[in-house]
């Protein structure tokens, strides 16, 4: 009896190891399985069990479309070789996903670190501060080893506490959620045709909101009603749902700006400045300015602006889900976020392919990248942070001694992940606390600093990626032949690459139509053929932005013949949606003063008035 007793003991753990196990593979990107650093905990009733553990357990909080905190591993794996010969340390990655104590947590992407000691969570750090963190864990152990040997009674701690579950209905939890108060913006088809999307965008950063999502699009009839239904009784709606159908509108999603730190911040804050580049570039970038009002209402903001009437927004949480699920359905599961990032001279000239190679391993998607020589007055702005060390001037020097390359990144939580990637601004800190980042790894002799860059927040990152890349724009067409189906492939693809549709209309090129376009071949021999086929139905004519975006749509279109073009570029446009040379689907503009004089002639209602 008591060898069968034995026998299911045996088994239950078994069970248990393999399910941590299983659990530990599945993030085998995240930490090393065979050493079991941290332990998984992925249930409510793991949570419960990981509580009861003797000593201190220092618990990385994550959702699944985040993960785990990278970057403070190699600490934890430091800590643990040196402080857990006692076995009273443990590491455990939580998620906040599947465990009911932790959902106040979910929906953010800042590292969370929490400190549990005799079944109760005492402690907690945000951010990837690591001396923070090294010296919370040096304390809480030296304690436990106190307590242990009878040399201290415990402290009595004051408990953390994330959900209230006896709070009555209207009573404010002691923990706020973390979930962002998102806003649906919608920039009306005249504003759009009016090229006033890109005014309000940036009127709307630089009011300290976050635009988390955007798309442009032509509404169907359902979304408009949906999106309006507070003003159906109204008796013009009918024809203002024509109206939002007939054209192009811009979708926003947005969120309120993050006020706090970056997690590599090691100092108190200094005061937010403006920035910017060189006076004789246009194109100016700058920081956020310190606000004077601190905006909660996105739709108060554009009343007292004046934009209401070329921009609609919603603010009810329960009717912003519902749009957010119609219009973005993946914006919950990810956060897909784009970044400036910058490899300085040095590292460019030395290591360039090992660092992109890290970049694609890491799941980074290079949209835009550039080399570019820095001005004394550009490097001076990309290093201000080190302005009062006595490199300073060696390093503007180095940075102005040769091509820096300049790189915009997309990937889910691309900001946070970047910042945990590259490490501190410091080689002395990287190396102490973090020394599998790339400023330890690719240190270069001289330059005390990290040789790598990234923005340090969206709103930074987007002027950033203006100035660096600043967009171009182009005139696209895609053909008659080309099914409905087709056309949202073709759609998804520009979307893909990173190109910004900035108008669209679907129209029917007769004659004088097409010429507005095809202007430059209308006296071939073939020209007649090509008006037959562009009368046979519908054109969707559109204006593509996007650095670079003349040669980039033409590179992504492929070989005129669709047969060359199979052979030559497979992933190209005209390779997978092709017939012939004549209907070979998409058609784009040569160059910069062919685009320009298209869209000019297309979208005559852009072009200013002469005075």
């Not at 390359?405 to 939580?413: D, E, G, K, T």
């Amino acid at each position: 009896m008591a060898s069968k007793k034995r026998e299911v003991q045996l088994q239950v753990s078994m069970t248990l190891y393999q399910r941590s196990l299983l659990g530990a593979l599945a993030l085998e990107d995240l930490f090393t399985a065979p050493s079991f650093l941290q332990a998984v905990v992925n249930s409510q009733s793991l949570w419960d069990e990981m509580l009861q553990n003797r000593g201190l357990t220092v618990i990385d909080v994550y959702q699944a479309w985040c993960g785990p905190c990278k970057a403070m591993q190699p600490l934890f794996r430091k800590l643990r070789n040196e402080l857990n010969e006692d076995e009273l340390l443990h590491f455990v990655v939580a998620e906040a996903d599947n465990i009911i104590t932790l959902q106040p947590f979910r929906y953010t992407c800042e590292p969370v670190f929490l400190f549990s000691v005799n079944g109760k969570i005492i402690a907690k750090v945000n951010g990837a501060n690591a001396p923070l963190v090294n010296q919370k864990i040096i304390n809480l152990i030296d304690e436990e080893r106190k307590i242990e040997a009878g040399e201290m009674v415990r402290p009595q701690y004051h408990e953390i506490m994330f959900v209230d579950s006896g709070a009555e209905d209207g009573e404010e939890s002691p923990y706020k959620n973390t979930e962002p108060p998102y806003s649906i913006a919608i920039i009306k088809p005249d504003a759009v045709i009016a090229g006033k999307s890109l005014e309000i965008k940036e009127k709307i950063l630089e009011a300290g909101f976050v635009i988390q999502a955007e798309d442009n699009r032509v509404l169907s009839e359902q979304q408009v009603r949906d999106f309006y239904h507070q003003i159906a009784d109204q008796p013009d709606f009918e024809d203002f749902v024509l109206f939002m159908t007939n054209e192009l509108s811009h979708i926003l999603v947005v969120s309120q700006g993050n006020e706090e730190q970056p997690a590599w911040e090691e100092t108190k804050p200094n005061p937010e400045i403006e920035i910017k580049f060189s006076e004789d570039n246009h194109n100016q970038v700058a920081t956020p300015t310190m606000m004077n009002k601190k905006w909660d209402s996105l739709q108060g903001y554009l009343e007292t602006h004046h934009m209401s009437q070329l921009c609609d927004v919603e603010e009810n949480m329960e009717n912003v889900n519902k749009f957010i699920d119609m219009f973005f359905p993946d914006l919950k599961n990810m956060k897909l976020e784009k970044i400036l990032a910058l490899l300085r001279p040095g590292l460019l000239q030395e290591k360039k392919e090992d660092v992109l190679n890290i970049i694609n391993d890491e799941g980074f998607k290079i949209l835009m990248q550039r080399s570019i020589i820095l001005s004394e007055e550009e490097a001076q702005t990309l290093c201000k942070e080190y302005e009062n060390e006595d490199y300073f001037e060696n390093l503007i020097e180095k940075m102005t001694s040769g091509p820096s390359l300049a790189l915009v990144l997309s990937r889910n939580n691309c900001l946070q992940y970047w910042k945990e990637l590259i490490g501190p601004s410091t080689v002395e800190n990287a190396k102490e606390y973090f020394p599998e980042s790339l400023c330890a790894q690719f240190a270069v002799e001289g330059l005390p600093i990290n040789q790598l860059y990234g923005s340090d927040s969206l709103e930074t990152a987007e002027k950033e990626i203006q100035y660096f890349f600043p967009p171009q724009q182009t005139l696209a067409l895609i053909k008659p032949h080309v099914t409905q189906e087709q056309r949202e492939e073709i759609l998804k693809y520009i979307k893909e690459a990173g190109f910004e549709i900035t108008q669209m209309k679907e129209i029917l090129l007769n004659e004088e139509e097409a010429e507005k376009i095809y202007s430059k071949i209308k006296n071939k021999d073939f020209y007649k053929d090509v008006l037959e086929m562009l009368s046979e139905g519908l054109s969707l004519v559109m204006i593509l932005t996007k650095w670079n975006a003349i040669s980039d749509w033409r590179r992504l279109m492929g070989p005129i013949d669709p047969d060359e073009a199979k052979l030559l570029s497979p992933d190209s446009i005209r390779a997978h949606f092709g017939r012939s040379i004549l209907k070979n689907a998409v058609h784009g503009s040569s160059n910069i003063y062919e685009a320009k004089e298209s869209i000019n002639r297309m979208f005559e209602e852009l072009v200013p008035e002469k005075p």
